[in-house]
C-alpha cells in the first residue's frame, strides 16, 4: 500500500484551461504527478484574444478558494446582483417587465488570458510538468501508456470529437446564438449594485453586461447573444474592431437606447478584446476509446459545451474539476471506463440542470410556464432571489424552471403566502 507522500498515481491532462489547470493543480496537491499537455504557451494565452466572459458564481469560485488559488478575489469588481429586463421592440425605452435579485455571494469575472498564465506559474511551482504539444490521437496513447489516467479538458478543441456525441442529451445540431463579446473601458454604470445586467428582446436576442477584471485592471464586458437569422445576426470575425463597435452601438440604438447611453464612451481594452463566433451546444459520451483500445476520460466542455447565455461553463468546469478531483483521490484501483463513467454520472448531477436550465433560454420562444417565472419574479421578490440564486446552483431549476408543474405551484405557493392565505395543500 502506498504511504502519505508517496506518488498515488501519475495523471495526464490534455488542456490548460479552467477545468484542467484546477485539477491539476488540486492533484498535485493531493500527491499526485500530473502532466499538462497544452496547445498554447502562457505567452500566447496571456497575449492571445479574449476567450470568454467568465462570470463565476459563489460555489464554482469555492472551489477555487479551497485550493488557493482565488489570486484576484481583492482586485476583481463584484457582481452583487442579477437584473433581466424583457423589452418590445415596439418599446426600447421600458422594459415590458424587469426584476433583479443580490446573488447569494458575489460573482467574479477574471480575463481567462490572466487566469490561465497565472495558474499554470502556479501548477508548476508546486510540481506540476507543463507540455506544450497539441495533443492528438497518437500523443494520447502514448500518455496512455504512461499514466494511470488520461483527462482531456480540451474545450471547444477539435479533439473534442473523439468523444462520442450522446445524441439524447443533445438537442441541436446546429448553434442557436451567434455571439458577440467585448472586453472595454467606459461602459458608464447602471446606478445602484453591480450586476449582470441580462436584456432579452425576445425572438431577437440578449444583451449582457457585467464588469470584469483584465491584466490592465477592472474592465466590462459586452455580450451579444444573436439569434441566427434575425436582427442582431450581424457579426462577422473578419470585420475591423471598429466595425465590430460601431454595429454594437448601432444594435443598442436601435433595440436599448438605455443601453447605448451606457455605452457612448466605449473603447475596447486591446486589439484582442472582441470575439466573435457560435457554438453547437453538445454533450458527448464521457469516455473515448483509443485505437490501441484504451480510455480516456472528457472533462468540462469536452463533454457537456452549452451556450454562454447563462454563464454555466466556466461553473461546471470547475465543479467537474472538484467533483473528478474527489472522484480521483477517493478511489483504489484501476481508473477504468466504470471509474470515468461514474465520476462522469456525478457531474452530470450538477452539469444536467445546467444544461437543460442553458437550453431553455436558448428556446424561442421560450415555454410559456418560463414567460410567467419572469413576470411572477418581477413581482414577488422571493422568486427573483430564488432564480438569481440558481445561476450559482442550477441544481435548484429542476422542480420548478424545469417543470412546467412544479413552477405554477411554487408560483402559486409564493403568491397565497404574501397575500396571508394558508398554503395550499
Ligand atoms: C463568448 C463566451 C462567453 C462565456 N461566458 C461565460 C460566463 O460568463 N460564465 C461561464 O461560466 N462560462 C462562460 N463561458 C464558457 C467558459 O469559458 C468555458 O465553458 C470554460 O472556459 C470551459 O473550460 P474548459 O477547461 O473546459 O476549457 P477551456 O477553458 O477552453 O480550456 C481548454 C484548453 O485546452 C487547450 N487545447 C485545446 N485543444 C488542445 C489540444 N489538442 N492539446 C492541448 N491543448 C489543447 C485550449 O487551448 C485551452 O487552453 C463563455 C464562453 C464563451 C465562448
Not at 467585448?182 to 428582446?201: N, Q, T, W
Not at 473515448?288 to 468546469?317: E, F, H, R, W, Y
Not at 440558481?390 to 412544479?406: A, E
Amino acid at each position: 500500500m502506498k504511504q502519505v507522500g508517496d506518488v498515488r498515481g501519475k495523471v495526464t491532462i490534455v488542456g490548460a484551461g479552467q477545468a484542467g489547470l484546477a485539477l491539476g493543480i488540486g492533484l498535485i496537491r493531493f500527491g499526485f504527478d500530473v502532466t499538462i499537455v497544452s496547445d498554447r504557451t502562457a505567452d500566447e494565452i496571456r497575449d492571445g484574444r479574449v476567450t470568454s466572459s467568465q462570470c463565476m458564481f459563489d460555489l464554482a469560485q469555492g472551489f477555487e478558494r479551497a485550493l488557493g488559488i482565488n489570486f484576484w478575489d481583492d482586485e476583481c469588481p463584484l457582481i452583487e446582483g442579477l437584473r433581466i429586463s424583457a423589452f418590445l421592440p415596439q418599446f426600447p425605452e421600458n422594459p415590458a417587465n424587469t426584476w433583479s435579485a443580490a446573488l447569494g455571494g458575489p460573482a467574479r469575472s477574471v480575463d481567462q488570458r490572466l487566469k490561465m498564465p497565472r495558474w499554470m506559474e502556479e501548477f508548476e511551482r508546486i510540481g506540476g510538468t507543463l507540455k506544450i504539444e497539441s495533443a492528438t490521437v497518437d500523443s494520447l496513447e502514448e500518455y496512455a501508456e504512461t499514466s494511470d489516467l488520461v483527462v482531456v479538458a480540451a474545450g471547444k478543441g477539435a479533439i473534442a470529437g473523439l468523444f462520442e456525441t450522446d445524441t439524447a442529451r443533445s438537442p441541436y445540431r446546429e448553434p442557436q446564438r451567434s455571439i458577440a463579446m467585448f472586453y472595454v473601458d467606459g461602459l458608464a454604470k447602471p446606478s445602484g449594485r453591480s450586476m449582470v445586467e441580462f436584456s432579452i428582446i425576445p425572438e431577437i436576442g440578449e444583451y449582457l453586461t457585467y464588469p470584469a477584471l483584465t491584466a490592465q485592471g477592472p474592465c466590462d464586458i459586452m455580450l451579444f447573444e444573436s439569434i441566427p437569422g434575425r436582427a442582431w445576426d450581424v457579426w462577422s470575425p473578419t470585420d475591423s474592431n471598429d466595425e465590430l463597435l460601431s454595429r454594437a452601438k448601432g444594435l443598442l440604438a436601435e433595440y436599448l437606447p438605455r443601453e447605448l447611453r451606457r455605452a457612448q464612451e466605449i473603447a475596447l481594452i486591446d486589439d484582442n478584446a472582441a470575439l466573435i463566433g457560435r457554438l453547437t451546444p453538445t454533450v458527448r459520451k464521457p469516455v473515448a476509446t483509443l485505437p490501441s483500445g484504451a480510455a480516456v476520460l472528457g472533462m468540462a466542455d469536452v463533454v457537456v459545451l452549452n451556450d454562454p447565455i447563462t454563464a454555466q461553463g466556466s461553473n461546471n468546469a470547475s465543479k467537474c474539476a472538484d467533483i473528478y478531483l474527489q472522484k480521483i483521490i477517493r478511489h483504489s484501483g484501476d481508473y477504468n471506463r466504470a471509474f470515468m463513467s461514474d465520476a462522469f454520472g456525478e457531474y452530470w448531477k450538477t452539469a444536467g440542470p445546467a444544461t437543460a436550465f442553458t437550453n431553455q433560454f436558448l428556446s424561442s420562444p421560450s415555454p410559456r410556464h418560463a414567460r410567467d417565472l419572469q413576470m411572477a419574479a418581477a413581482q414577488y421578490p422571493e422568486i427573483a432571489t430564488r432564480f438569481a440564486h440558481c445561476m450559482n446552483d442550477p441544481r435548484d431549476t429542476v422542480d420548478w424552471i424545469l417543470d412546467r408543474d412544479g413552477a405554477y405551484r411554487y408560483t402559486s405557493e409564493v403568491a397565497n403566502r404574501y397575500m396571508n392565505f394558508p398554503m395550499a395543500s
